[in-house]
């Protein structure tokens, strides 16, 4: 088949009923909670002052072995940078952050980059080491840093022409689904692992998925699958797993 799904988001109404077996409940329930938690609104908050008292009280353990002053201010502000990021990184993937946790449980969905995106790690790491490099030869602090912080600029530039992509695939699928009258209730124009030109398609309708490719070299062209997918709560046994405590956990949390 030339078309699958672009991710897990709508294969979780799709899925058979063994993917809820009730011995996974449990850790499927206390995982996502944890990783949910971790990246909502409170967290953003409470997080970075309890981080930056952890090395505070860590720097006065090892005071006698690192007798370097410790700069509170500075302490927070990287606290604050490093639990910030969290969130602002996952939600730039398709499988989305709650952010107004415990508030509220709309997720929240950017799309921008493939969750392991190849060529970020191509930037980060080709700009790591040319640095290492130069300063395992001597080269001036200024010198030495200069690749590292153009693989930064290189991927800011690279994220943001993807999140432009993205946007604008959503707009221009959705328009498409409009006027073949899908009357879509979500479209979702998912990144590819390697060709950033290239994106997956969902679109989701009252009766069930329809799938396609976006390709953006050339003139841009959307190409849809004829096949509905449906979602299959119309199915007895669906509808059983989806009821039961484990299949509960897994449609609220996946």
Known sequence: AAFEWPDERAAVETAEPKEFAPGRAPALKYMAIGAAMAICVLALI????????????????????????LDHA????????????????????????????????????????????????????GGAVWSWLLRRRGRAAAVAERPARLALTGAAVYIGAMGVSAAAGRGMVHAEAVADGLNPTA????????????????????GGYRLGRLRWLGSPSLSLDPRLLPTGFDRADVAIAAASPAGKTFLKWS
């Open 74 to 125: 500075e302490l927070l502000a990287l606290s604050t940078i490093a639990v910030w990021s969290h969130p602002f990184l996952d939600l730039l993937n398709t499988y989305g952050v709650r952010l107004l946790m415990p508030f509220s449980q709309q997720w929240f969905y950017a799309d921008t980059l493939f969750i392991v995106d190849p060529w970020l790690w191509v930037l980060f790491g």
């Open 46 to 69: 409470v997080l970075p002052l309890v981080l930056t008292g952890v090395m505070v009280a860590w720097g006065r353990l090892i005071r006698s072995r690192n007798p370097v002053p």
């Open 187 to 206: 479209t979702m124009v998912a990144p590819r692992p390697i060709d950033p030109f290239e994106r997956s398609v969902l679109i989701r309708t009252s």
